[in-house]
């Protein structure tokens, strides 16, 4: 017997076998044509919007779904042969998206309405993003024209510093600033990666500064310090050198070195310039075993100051190097930090106490980071609340999705849910890796809206039916 349009969806009920016309990511179940087996089912498809619902009376009648157990339905036999065809052709003609094997589970085991509401709070969370990439995009632009100032020597660059700053460190104080990961790709021109280079350092420093309970002023100092810890490469002559990986800007090896000395020279051209500011440029790359340069200086002749800026800029540099393919992910970099402090001890190049600060301070699993979580999940932590870094919100990824459509979840929301593991790059499937990892990061802190505090906190389905074995 033929489908029949289903006119009014108030019609439907427990037991109609329905066919549903319209995209494949327009509808939340592994097929298009199924008998509703639950409530839950029904109010899912009651909700559904650009999709024609359609019904087949007869196969509707085949049995009583009421008296079978929620969480035993399983789909009928007939069912699984005739709906493959018509699924795979409806996977086909969504050419954007990367498809599962025909063996491979989409999910362990996930309730529909959890994934309804994990695909809301993606496109919200989206729109969200794109005022704060807007956002980050206007403050880098300040950054790279402060920077244009003081290479020539001019008092407005040190104005528009200070206002950045402020904004950083007012940001970091709200309670509920939130730390956003931003996909950096396509790089603004040649001086830019710089800028991006010393926005990432300036707000880690502040970051940790704030986890150690520095004051208003002595993170002012900082921020200073750590905006401007590369300025000295603005004043030496740079190479740029195309490859597969894109453009690369490269001073030559032994002029690079002189780079801390040469910034602090440029910022003390300007009166006010304090000497914590100007230890900070010309001691970041000191290391606190004596291995590092200009003048190889160890641990009791550094600042507190300058061993954080020193952190944040090693670290920003493990996770974006010139060359992407040696960059690690912001869990891993973390870890090779806390790993090399640990093992080190008494002889480390990092001070232990500013790099506990630094996991304290953005968590064990950063922006950036891929992980795999409890449900099976694999996702990439695209916003930590700073104020609860254990508890990050992913961006889920999942055999079925393609570019502009996804799920989120907000761990803080979902407290039996949580992260099984960091991965590795190796360990995640291309398309997956496509899907999740952004080619140069960056993180920008910023006071979050009330409905991206609300992410996940709707009231959660008890029914969990398997979605594919």
Same mark, same amino acid.
């Given at each position: 017997?033929?489908?029949?349009?289903?006119?009014?969806?108030?019609?439907?009920?427990?037991?109609?076998?329905?066919?549903?016309? =319209?995209?494949?990511?327009?509808?939340? %179940?592994?097929?298009?044509?199924?008998?509703?087996?639950?409530?839950? $089912?029904?109010?899912?498809?009651?909700?559904?919007?650009?999709?024609?619902?359609?019904?087949?009376?007869?196969?509707?009648?085949?049995?009583?779904?009421?008296?079978? !157990?929620?969480?035993?339905?399983?789909?009928?036999?007939?069912?699984?042969?005739?709906?493959?065809?018509?699924?795979?052709?409806?996977?086909?003609?969504?050419?954007?998206?990367?498809?599962?094997?025909?063996?491979?589970?989409?999910?362990?085991?996930?309730?529909?309405? *959890?994934?309804?509401?994990?695909?809301?709070?993606?496109?919200? %969370?989206?729109?969200?993003?794109?005022?704060?990439?807007?956002?980050?995009?206007? *403050?880098?632009?300040?950054?790279?024209?402060?920077?244009?100032?003081?290479? $020539?020597?001019?008092?407005?660059?040190?104005?528009?510093?200070?206002?950045?700053? *402020?904004?950083?460190?007012?940001? /970091?104080?709200?309670?509920?600033?939130?730390?956003?990961?931003? $996909?950096?790709?396509?790089?603004?021109? /040649?001086?830019?990666?710089?800028?991006?280079?010393?926005?990432?350092?300036?707000?880690?420093?502040?970051?940790?500064?704030?986890?150690?309970?520095?004051?208003?002023?002595?993170?002012?100092?900082? =921020?200073?310090?750590?905006?401007?810890?590369?300025?000295?490469?603005?004043?030496?002559?740079?190479?740029?050198?195309?490859?597969?990986?894109? +453009?690369?800007?490269?001073?030559?090896?032994?002029?690079?070195?002189?780079?801390?000395?040469?910034?602090?020279?440029?910022? @003390?051209?300007?009166?006010?310039?304090?000497?914590?500011?100007?230890?900070? /440029?010309?001691?970041?790359?000191?290391?606190?075993?004596?291995?590092? %340069?200009?003048?190889?200086?160890?641990?009791?002749?550094?600042?507190?100051?300058?061993?954080?800026?020193?952190? @944040?800029?090693?670290? $920003?540099?493990?996770?974006?190097?010139?060359?992407?393919?040696?960059?690690?992910?912001?869990? #891993?970099?973390?870890?090779?930090?806390?790993?090399?402090?640990?093992?080190?001890?008494?002889?480390?190049?990092?001070?232990?106490?500013?790099?506990?600060?630094?996991?304290? @301070?953005? =968590?064990?699993?950063?922006?950036?980071?891929?992980?795999?979580?409890?449900?099976?999940?694999?996702?990439?932590?695209?916003?930590?609340?700073?104020?609860?870094?254990?508890?990050?919100?992913?961006?889920?990824?999942?055999?079925?999705?393609?570019?502009?459509?996804?799920?989120?979840?907000?761990?803080?929301?979902?407290?039996?849910?949580?992260?099984?593991?960091?991965?590795?790059?190796?360990?995640?499937?291309? !398309?997956?890796?496509?899907?999740?990892? !952004?080619?140069?990061?960056? +993180?920008?802190?910023?006071?979050?809206?009330?409905?991206? +505090? #609300?992410?996940?906190?709707?009231?959660?389905?008890?029914?969990?039916?398997?979605?594919?074995?």
């Amino acid at each position: 017997m033929p489908f029949f349009k289903v006119e009014d969806t108030r019609d439907l009920r427990v037991g109609t076998f329905v066919k549903l016309e =319209g995209s494949w990511f327009s509808h939340p %179940f592994p097929t298009n044509t199924f008998q509703i087996k639950s409530s839950d $089912d029904l109010t899912t498809i009651q909700a559904l919007k650009n999709v024609v619902i359609l019904q087949d009376p007869e196969r509707s009648a085949s049995f009583d779904v009421e008296d079978i !157990p929620d969480e035993n339905r399983q789909p009928l036999d007939h069912e699984a042969g005739a709906d493959r065809k018509e699924d795979m052709e409806a996977i086909s003609d969504e050419s954007a998206c990367d498809l599962p094997e025909d063996d491979e589970p989409l999910i362990k085991e996930s309730s529909l309405s *959890t994934i309804l509401n994990r695909r809301q709070d993606y496109h919200e %969370f989206q729109n969200h993003l794109r005022k704060i990439e807007g956002a980050y995009q206007k *403050t880098l632009g300040q950054g790279n024209e402060l920077f244009r100032q003081v290479s $020539d020597r001019r008092l407005s660059g040190r104005k528009t510093a200070d206002a950045m700053i *402020t904004s950083i460190v007012t940001a /970091i104080q709200h309670p509920k600033t939130a730390m956003s990961l931003i $996909d950096v790709v396509g790089s603004n021109g /040649i001086t830019w990666g710089l800028s991006e280079h010393a926005l990432n350092v300036c707000t880690l420093s502040l970051l940790i500064g704030r986890q150690l309970g520095l004051e208003v002023e002595e993170l002012h100092e900082l =921020g200073r310090g750590a905006l401007f810890h590369d300025v000295g490469y603005r004043a030496l002559p740079m190479n740029v050198r195309f490859s597969a990986v894109g +453009m690369k800007i490269q001073s030559d090896p032994e002029l690079g070195q002189r780079h801390p000395e040469v910034g602090r020279q440029l910022m @003390a051209s300007f009166p006010d310039t304090s000497p914590a500011v100007l230890e900070m /440029i010309g001691r970041h790359h000191e290391r606190l075993d004596g291995s590092g %340069f200009p003048h190889g200086m160890k641990a009791d002749g550094i600042s507190l100051s300058t061993k954080i800026v020193m952190v @944040a800029d090693y670290y $920003d540099e493990l996770c974006n190097a010139p060359d992407p393919q040696t960059s690690l992910t912001p869990h #891993a970099a973390l870890s090779r930090l806390f790993r090399h402090v640990v093992m080190k001890r008494e002889s480390s190049r990092f001070c232990p106490k500013v790099v506990q600060a630094l996991v304290q @301070a953005i =968590g064990v699993y950063p922006p950036g980071s891929l992980v795999e979580l409890t449900d099976g999940f694999l996702g990439v932590v695209a916003l930590i609340n700073i104020h609860q870094p254990t508890r990050p919100t992913v961006l889920l990824y999942a055999p079925w999705t393609c570019r502009n459509d996804g799920m989120l979840v907000n761990l803080a929301q979902e407290p039996e849910l949580e992260i099984k593991q960091a991965l590795h790059v190796k360990d995640i499937p291309l !398309p997956a890796l496509a899907y999740l990892s !952004p080619r140069r990061m960056a +993180m920008f802190v910023h006071a979050t809206e009330p409905t991206t +505090m #609300a992410f996940n906190s709707r009231t959660r389905q008890v029914f969990k039916p398997t979605l594919k074995r």
